[in-house]
């Protein structure tokens, strides 16, 4: 192989956990060379709220959060099973204060963290939770690096003019990591150069990459390993269809042009084993004008009812297990369309967490948005039964004067609660008894794919057989979530892409070491 470039390290893909791969390379003294296929840096991490996942780390015990790496995987544990390794979920929670450490006392980059509860009821939960997030930037800060982090999700999808004055959350993460490996003087972040295949040796190790760009095709080679990063298949029609039978990609929070199923294909070229292809980050979604859906969540009235006009879970559960529950419905034959039904009782605005916030007359315009006067006339506006629908309602009704759901318990969970800002669970059961009443479609959304390549402890890639694809490695949504079918808290996503990244790195470095120690003369 001629090589148009050398590096120690290649990162496809510039979301949080590639760019964590990438400072703990450089970091190590690496050369590494970042390539993302689209116009920004970020990903679907960009799009994100920033929470990061690690029990037990300096952040949470200089807050004064009471927590430690055991709850952590007593926490994990109890959800996650043996669906996943064992020693791969103790990888994770037992390297991810060391990354908490990493990042903030040796990259720079200032943490914080902010209350917001696991997502279970179960052994070793944290009403605070455990997640961490970089500290707000300023764009004066950022500097000429703005306009290549990836915007959030009213920008990038829907045209939304928005201050960027200050970036948070996920902007903050992908606009701090930059900078810092900037400062490194070891990285190359290349933008608009698609990964389009491994280069493997004849021992079937993986050396490098062929990458295309406006350019031209490129070979670049990895002497330490390959990172793969570059999130899901969220975006493939043809992949969603195939493992999780979704009607389209199109709902999905993910940029059009990010999760497209790249990475799933290169690693499938190289015997990598799969898992997990059913299994997404599931969410409720507001269905949009142009066929996109936006994350909703955090919702503080009204219910959401499927095809046949019924109530079928607890509508202020996590996003992921409320999103479980709307598949399930799908699963039965019920359709793919959900309708959010509230009043007018706080404003005629949705009463949850939408970005961006659905403009009332585009949607109705659109045929997504109804509005009536009374139950039995929205219901025919949504083609439901008014019937049934007025049951339904009625039903919530009774359970709201009462105080209690007898159906789902809204109201019971801190999680549910937390939204509110309430105590108990009559807060969280307001009647639809409003002079008007809305209906907005939601369908099933997601923050990205969970499926991908079966990883060992350090982030190594395997085949079928349990063997090592050598100098492959991934993290993120390119690989099997180690929570499996579970989303325990917010961060997960995030917390175990930077910490498998990073262990995925630190194996680079080890083996590079060796095979230096092995080639110099006695």
């Known amino acids: 192989m001629t090589w148009g470039k050398n590096y120690d390290v290649v990162v496809v893909g510039s979301g949080g956990a590639a760019l964590a791969g990438a400072l703990a390379a450089t970091a190590r003294g690496l050369s590494t060379c970042v390539i993302e296929k689209t116009e920004c840096f970020g990903g679907t991490s960009a799009y994100s709220g920033g929470s990061v996942w690690l029990p037990g780390n300096h952040v949470l015990e200089r807050d004064g959060v009471d927590d430690s ?67 707000s930037i300023t764009s004066d800060e950022v500097g000429d690096r703005l306009a290549d982090v990836r915007p959030m999700v009213p920008a990038d999808q829907f045209g939304v003019e928005i201050d960027r004055s200050v970036l948070d959350g996920g902007q903050a993460w ?162 793919d369309q959900f309708w959010f039904v509230f009043d007018n009782r706080v404003g005629d605005d949705l009463p949850a967490i939408c970005m961006p916030s659905p403009d009332r007359e585009s949607l109705s315009r659109s045929g997504l948005w109804h509005t009536a006067d009374n139950i039995a006339d929205l219901a025919r506006s949504i083609e439901l039964d008014p019937e049934e629908l007025g049951a339904t309602v009625a039903r919530f009704n009774g359970f709201a004067d009462s105080g209690h759901d007898d159906d789902f318990g809204r109201g019971e969970d801190p999680f549910g609660r937390f939204f509110l800002g309430a105590t108990s669970p009559e807060p969280c059961l307001r009647p639809l008894d409003g002079t008007r009443l809305h209906a907005v479609r939601l369908v099933l959304g997601d923050l990205g794919t969970k499926g991908g390549a079966v990883i060992n402890r350090d982030g190594a890639v395997e085949r079928v057989d349990g063997t090592v694809i050598a100098g492959l490695y991934a993290a993120g949504n390119s690989s099997a979530s180690i929570s499996g079918a579970v989303y325990p808290g917010p961060g997960v996503p995030l917390g175990s892409g930077m910490v498998m990244a990073y262990r995925a790195v630190a194996d680079m470095a080890a083996h590079l070491s060796a095979a230096d120690t092995v080639q110099a003369p006695a």
């Open 174 to 335: 992908i606009a701090r990591m930059i900078l810092a490996l900037d400062a490194t003087g070891l990285a190359d972040l290349r933008l608009s150069t698609r990964a389009l295949r491994f280069v493997l040796d004849a021992t079937g190790r993986v050396t490098g990459v062929v990458a295309a760009s406006d350019s031209g095709e490129v070979s670049i080679q990895a002497r330490a390993g390959v990172l793969v990063a570059a999130g899901g298949f969220e975006r493939s029609a043809d992949m969603r269809k195939r493992w999780q039978d979704m009607p389209t990609a199109d709902w999905s929070s993910s940029h059009p042009d990010t999760g497209s199923g790249d990475a799933v294909t290169m690693l499938t070229e190289v015997g990598a084993a799969l898992d997990l292809m059913d299994q997404s980050w599931w969410c409720p979604a507001t269905l949009f004008p142009n066929g996109h859906a936006a994350f909703t969540l955090g919702v503080r009235s009204g219910i959401i009812v499927n095809g046949i006009a019924r109530r079928f879970a607890n509508e202020l559960l996590p996003y992921d297990q409320m999103g479980r529950a709307m598949r399930a419905q799908m699963e039965l034959g019920r359709g």
């Open 69 to 135: 790496v055991e709850r952590g995987l007593t926490y994990f544990g109890s959800l996650v099973g043996e669906t996943t390794r064992s020693e791969v979920q103790r990888a994770y929670l037992e390297t991810g204060p060391v990354v908490a450490d990493f990042l903030e006392n040796t990259v720079g980059i200032p943490l914080e963290h902010r209350p917001f509860p696991d997502y279970f009821d179960a052994p070793g939960r944290s009403a605070n939770g455990r997640s961490i997030f970089a500290r």
